[in-house]
């Protein structure tokens, strides 16, 4: 049975930093391209960050780059998304999703596998 399980997510004021970590049971790991999105409410989810299945293509939303870092180590089947210099913007509920395929795609839609969530909020 797949599992997704994403952690890491919390309480930051604006300028700090967390570190998100998803891990992922039940298949072949670098058989997905993985990623991040996130959804605030009000607003339509939105792709972060993805890389590709061996890891050697990384894209970031525009509004994050050069403050977060997506890896993923594919012997420990595990991803993660280090994010620096938070902003209040960026709080959302962030999720962890497997595409189909070893290619990214910037939409839900190219999501096989979803974790359950886990909650970034960023204080003024």
């Known amino acids: 049975q797949v599992q997704v399980v994403e952690s890491g997510g919390g309480l930051v004021q604006a300028g700090g930093s967390l570190r998100l970590s998803c891990t992922a049971s039940g298949l072949t790991f670098d058989d997905y391209a993985m990623g991040w999105f996130r959804q605030a409410p009000g607003k339509e989810r939105e792709g972060v960050s993805c890389?590709?299945?061996?890891?050697?293509?990384?894209y970031y939303l525009d509004s994050v780059k050069d403050r977060f870092t997506i890896s993923r180590d594919n012997a420990k089947n595990t991803l993660a998304l280090q994010m620096n210099s938070l902003k209040p913007e960026d709080t959302a509920m962030y999720y962890c999703a497997l595409h189909t395929g070893r290619w990214c795609g910037s939409y839900p839609g190219s999501v096989k596998y979803w974790g359950q969530g886990t909650q970034v909020t960023v204080s003024s």
């Open positions: 890389t590709s299945g061996r890891g050697g293509t990384i």
